[in-house]
């Protein structure tokens, strides 16, 4: 691969001006694309085939229906009620207005005798907004105008909210958070290099991947529906891999440059070696996303895929238009003192900290390595307490969260969240009849509705309301006996759904795979790292930190996110379970920056030992070398994900924290003090590999095949890259 990627750059360098305008042809592409073939995202997660999801379908068969809905919440002034002639005239004159909005086909008048919607003290009522449009097929203007209308409805005194599947606004990319950690990126970028320009560079080439990557995301929304979190989880991973590509290729070119190299082979040698292995740790990361498939669940393979793309652009973009740029920019690369120095002369700083880590570490290995397990064992204790649920909390102080807050109010904890039976078969009607006293003395059921039947009679349904919140374990349990209570029917069939149930069903199939998941991913951890490192306690050594590493990630998002401990530093509203999505996107990410770090660090150390160096001093020769890339890379990444925690949406948030977290307790824990010590522990056995495993194909991901076998020599180190 080495010798290949060493022809890439070669051609790349040749072609310098073609490479450049040709990835802006594409960017330019995916720009007309997403401006002309985009579609709607969608908020919805179900998985086909299950209980609560065939029971939908069904009820929007048999019942019809099936557009969008939002509820308009309307609460009286203090110490008045709705049914007085002055707030009833509001809500008339409210409902009035909602019924002719844009998209609208109807909005039901809460105070109407024949179906009220107010509660029992008629101080809080709501009307029901019903959409043309499918959910998640609602326009921007329409939302607008919905919202516009209830901001001009609290003029007549009352307090007016609005909820639901209509109002909800897809996540956006790009907020105050988010670019501060890019400048934070940015900064460490021009503090390693040393020069503003390659450090925007850096930044730019980078940015170019993940605007390809998120606009082909965009296109593909035009032809299927796409979960509404996947652009941002895609432009999150993208933006993060893309900057430490990059920084890998720059690296290892302004090393070339500085050994004596000329342009051209200082590019062609930085892409076959440096090259190598972000091909290697992006194909990890594909992987582990694209496994996602195994699963079984469309929407989280749809998620992995997407952000699987946009890696693959990233690693492309890496070899082709990073190299491109850098044969452009010449030695321009280099801090300005640099730039006209003879080949071996240009000014070195002594990675003192790094060289005075290495050897803490290795001559306290025993320490080390007992406290940094310890460490990462205590933080990973509250992962046992991990509790997941789709059921999404909105954000604080919007109409939304504050709208469900009345109708709790106004109506129970377990109104936000109602359960719905669909009963089919013979007589549906009388059967549902005959259940509805059974269901009510179930433990957290607060009331159960008459039942409806739908217009031909072969089908009726049942609203339940349980007494607790929609993402309480009490409603979960309540699912669970409402489905074991109702299986011992007679001539009927009856069916739990509605979204609580749904988020149920799929929440328990997502923790049904995450062993099966985190056995495939070991599995292939394992896999590639003898492949990488011809060795077995190596691979074993970076998988046990790996699991490590995730184990202290979900133990600290479980600490924070479900248990509040520093909820206010990350500006969480409420605690509650983990969003089901995080521990599965969490492993598969972590997986594959984990091997990233494995492979970068470990592979100096594989190649010092390759060229003779003794077991110690290859593990040190190899720290020196890589320590201070993958500390620069790892802050890089730490800073992208922890923009995304302060103000992002309730799915990415808890994801990016779990990241940010796994990020530095792999770099600076695991791969700065675990992997070494444990290493220079094992000696010369860490490379021992068995002779019947010795067929095995070798990948060159360090270069190795571009030059001879020579003593290891003391590494020249980055000006500005350790202080």
């Known amino acids: ?294 699963v079984g669940i469309p929407f989280l393979t749809q998620m992995g895929i997407a952000a699987a793309a946009t890696i693959v652009v990233a690693v492309l973009i890496a070899v082709t238009l990073v190299p491109a740029v850098l044969s452009l920019l010449g030695r321009r690369v280099l801090p300005r003192k640099e730039r006209t120095a003879p080949a071996g002369a240009a000014p070195v700083r002594e990675r003192g900290f790094f060289r005075g880590w290495i050897r803490t570490v290795t001559r306290r290995r025993g320490t080390a390595l007992l406290i940094s397990v310890l460490a990462l064992g205590v933080l990973a204790l509250p992962a046992a307490s991990l509790q997941t649920t789709l059921v999404q909390i909105p954000a604080p102080d919007t109409t939304q969260a504050r709208a469900q807050q009345l109708l709790a109010d106004g109506f129970g904890a377990g109104f936000n969240g109602p359960l719905i039976v669909l009963f089919e078969g013979d007589d549906p009607v009388a059967t549902a009849t005959g259940t509805v006293d059974r269901i009510g003395r179930l433990d957290d059921v607060a009331m159960v509705t008459p039942p409806v039947p739908n217009p031909t009679g072969t089908a009726a349904m049942l609203t339940i309301i349980p007494k607790s919140g929609p993402d309480s374990p009490a409603t979960e349990r309540l699912v669970t006996d409402l489905r074991a209570q109702l299986s011992e029917l007679d001539g009927a069939q009856a069916s739990v759904t509605g979204a609580t149930a749904v988020s149920v069903d799929v929440a328990t199939s997502l923790d049904r795979a995450l062993p099966i998941y985190l056995a495939i991913v070991v599995g292939l951890a394992l896999v590639l790292l003898v492949l990488v490192f011809r060795s077995l306690l190596v691979p074993l050594v970076g998988v046990l930190g790996f699991l490590l590493t995730i184990g202290a990630s979900l133990g600290a998002t479980v600490a924070v996110f479900q248990w509040g401990w520093l909820g206010d530093a990350v500006n969480l509203a409420s605690t509650g379970p983990l969003i089901s999505l995080t521990p599965i996107l969490v492993i598969g990410i972590l997986f594959g920056l984990a091997m990233d770090y494995q492979i970068f660090l470990v592979s100096r150390m594989h190649e010092a030992h390759h060229r003779g160096a003794n077991p110690l001093d290859a593990i040190h020769t190899g720290f020196r070398q890589a320590a201070p890339v993958v500390v620069t890379a790892a802050l890089i990444m730490f800073s992208v994900f922890a923009g995304f925690v302060p103000a992002g949406e309730a799915t990415i948030k808890s994801i990016a924290f779990a990241l940010a977290v796994g990020i530095f307790t792999d770099a600076f824990v695991v791969r700065m003090i675990l992997v070494p010590a444990a290493l220079t522990l094992l000696g010369e056995r860490a490379w021992w590999l068995p002779k019947w495993l010795r067929w095995l194909p070798e990948l060159d991901v360090e270069g190795t095949a571009l030059r001879p076998a020579a003593p290891p020599e003391e590494p020249k180190v980055l000006v500005g890259a350790a202080r």
């Open 1 to 294: 691969m080495a010798k290949l990627l060493y022809k890439v750059g070669f051609g790349v360098h040749r072609h310098r001006l073609i490479a450049v305008v040709l990835w802006l042809a594409v960017l330019a592409g995916a720009v007309a694309g997403a401006l002309t073939l985009s579609g709607e995202t969608s908020n919805a997660m179900s998985i086909p085939g299950q209980e609560s999801t065939t029971a939908l379908e069904k009820i929007s068969e048999e019942f019809g229906g099936g557009g969008a809905t939002a509820r308009v919440v309307l609460k009286a002034p203090d110490g008045q009620v709705l049914t007085t002639p002055e707030n009833a005239k509001a809500v008339g004159d409210v409902v009035a207005d909602l019924s002719g909005l844009p998209g609208v086909t109807s909005a039901s008048n809460p105070l109407d005798p024949a179906r009220p919607a107010v509660n029992a003290d008629q101080t809080t009522a709501y009307s029901t907004v019903t959409y043309t449009a499918p959910p998640g097929a609602v326009t921007e203007e329409e939302r607008a105008a919905l919202l516009d209308a209830v901001d001009d409805a609290r003029s007549a005194g009352l307090t007016v909210e609005v909820t639901g599947e209509a109002v909800h606004e897809v996540p956006e990319v790009g907020g105050p958070a988010e670019a501060l950690g890019v400048i934070l990126a940015l900064l460490i970028l021009a503090l390693t290099y040393g020069s503003l320009v390659t450090a925007g560079m850096n930044l730019l080439t980078a940015a170019t991947g993940v605007g390809i990557g998120t606009l082909g995301i965009t296109i593909a929304t035009g032809f299927m529906d796409l979960q509404s979190t996947t652009p941002t989880l895609a432009a999150m991973l993208g933006l993060a891999v893309g900057i430490d590509y990059a920084l890998f290729i720059i690296n290892r070119y302004r090393q070339e440059l500085r050994d004596g190299s000329d342009v051209g082979t200082a590019v062609a040698t930085a892409v076959g070696t440096a090259g190598s292995a972000v091909v290697t740790a992006g194909l990890t990361v594909v992987i582990a996303l694209t496994g996602l498939a195994v």
